[in-house]
């Protein structure tokens, strides 16, 4: 599916441009990102669970916090608007979320399966939208924005930032 751009803000194109590089559906592809989450994240060795690739960079533990908080707000996001809320929804520093996130003192499994828990509670909430909510226009961080195209952006966000371990952290 593509998402048109009057649906989102011109910086979220990455993430929209990965989703739709998958070919799926909106849920085959939150369910298809889940499994790549797990293939590159579930056996990774101990010592690089707190490892960052250079100075001030975030270390793994800390990236998987940052993709399920995103998650959870893009999630929150797809609700209100799905519900036809016309509220302009807050933005958030991911800077600030990670540095008060305790990420690094938490069990990596405990990460891993949290991210699980909340995709898989994602994936229903999508499921139950029907057509009309999916395409539903609410504003976001001063920007318009879909349901749709926040499900593909939490698609190609994980995807990205995936990317980004198998490129700079393994």
């Known amino acids: 599916m593509t998402i048109p751009k009057s649906e989102y803000a011109s910086f979220y194109k990455t ?36 490892f960052a690739y250079a100075e001030g960079k975030w270390t793994i533990k800390e990236l998987i916090s940052h993709i399920i908080e995103t998650e959870r707000i ?54 139950s939208f029907d057509e009309k909510m999916g395409t539903r226009i609410g504003n976001a961080s001063n920007s318009e924005i879909s349901v749709n195209a926040l499900g593909y952006i939490l698609i190609g966000h994980v995807l990205h930032h995936l990317g980004v371990i198998e490129e700079r952290y393994l």
């Open 15 to 50: 993430y929209i441009s990965k989703a739709e590089q998958l070919n799926k559906g909106l849920i085959e592809g939150l369910q298809s990102s889940l499994v790549t989450f797990f293939e590159v994240l579930a056996e990774l060795p101990e010592e690089k669970h707190q």
């Open 74 to 127: 893009m999630a929150y996001r797809a609700l209100r608007i799905s519900r036809n809320d016309k509220v302009n929804l807050a933005s958030f520093n991911e800077n600030d979320f990670v540095a008060n996130s305790n990420a690094n003192n938490v069990a990596y499994i405990e990460l891993i399966k949290e991210f699980s828990l909340v995709r898989k509670s994602t994936i229903a909430m999508f499921k």
